[in-house]
């Protein structure tokens, strides 16, 4: 196993597009994070999922923010009509919900620039 | 969720011990301390927890108070590899997501 994965590593877009991050979680894990990360903070949660069912979702996420996890397995993060304060590190981390006291896998994220 | 609270950096000679410490004075009881850590341009990394005994892994030891009002991280060895951004959070079992504050920035002196 790979641990989880973020692709692109990379996005850089102009104002106004749309565009969509994928996450391949370690693959026996149930449950699926995202969060975003603005320079010199911490990580801040997004969203979160247990196997396809989204549980649970932060103000932050806001209309233009949407999150799948067909089948319980990878992710996808879209983010519509981008704004320069979009401009993040986008993260993705899988947990087993058995092990619940275990810590999650981070991915190394996504870095979104908007021009 | 309760609050935690670090120092903003902290410096450590190579091969030398280091203790990150953090304050939580607010805790609860069903609150595990968690540590987590952060190399440059990559993802978090799950460090250690514990609840209220004294833990230990491969990576660190966690030391807890005994009223659970602070916590201390311990590297035994600090490498150049430790270099990271240290982050203490409070989880609660019934709270599956972390609340990230802005952690101590760890840098080791070769």
């Known amino acids: 196993d790979t641990g989880v994965s973020q692709n692109p590593r990379h996005k850089i877009t102009k104002r106004g597009q749309n565009v969509t991050f994928r996450c391949d979680p370690i693959?026996?894990?149930?449950?699926l994070y995202w969060y975003r990360q603005t320079l010199g903070q911490g990580p801040e949660f997004l969203t979160y999922f247990q196997n396809e069912a989204q549980l649970e979702k932060s103000r932050l996420l806001s209309d233009r923010f949407s999150a799948e996890r067909p089948k319980g397995s990878f992710s996808t993060l879209e983010i519509q009509r981008t704004e320069q304060g979009d401009s993040a590190m986008y993260l993705c981390?899988?947990?087993?919900?058995?092990?619940?006291?275990?810590?999650?896998?981070f991915g190394s994220g996504t870095r979104l620039t908007v021009v | 969720d309760a609050k935690t609270t670090q120092p903003n950096s902290m410096e450590s000679n190579e091969e030398e011990p280091v203790h990150l410490p953090c304050n939580h004075s607010?805790?609860?009881?069903?609150?595990?301390i968690h540590w987590y850590r952060q190399l440059p341009s990559q993802g978090p990394e799950y460090v250690i927890h514990g609840l209220t005994s004294n833990v230990n892994n491969r990576m660190a030891s966690l030391a807890i108070a005994e009223d659970r009002k602070s916590s201390t991280l311990i590297l035994h060895r600090a490498t150049l590899r430790d270099a990271a951004v240290y982050y203490c959070?409070?989880?609660?079992?019934?709270?599956?997501?972390?609340?990230f504050g802005t952690g101590t920035r760890l840098t080791i002196i070769p």
């Open positions: 693959s026996e894990h149930n449950r």
């Open positions: 607010t805790i609860s009881g069903t609150d595990y």
């Open positions: 981390a899988s947990s087993l919900l058995r092990d619940r006291a275990v810590g999650y896998t």
């Open positions: 959070i409070l989880r609660d079992t019934g709270n599956e997501k972390l609340t």
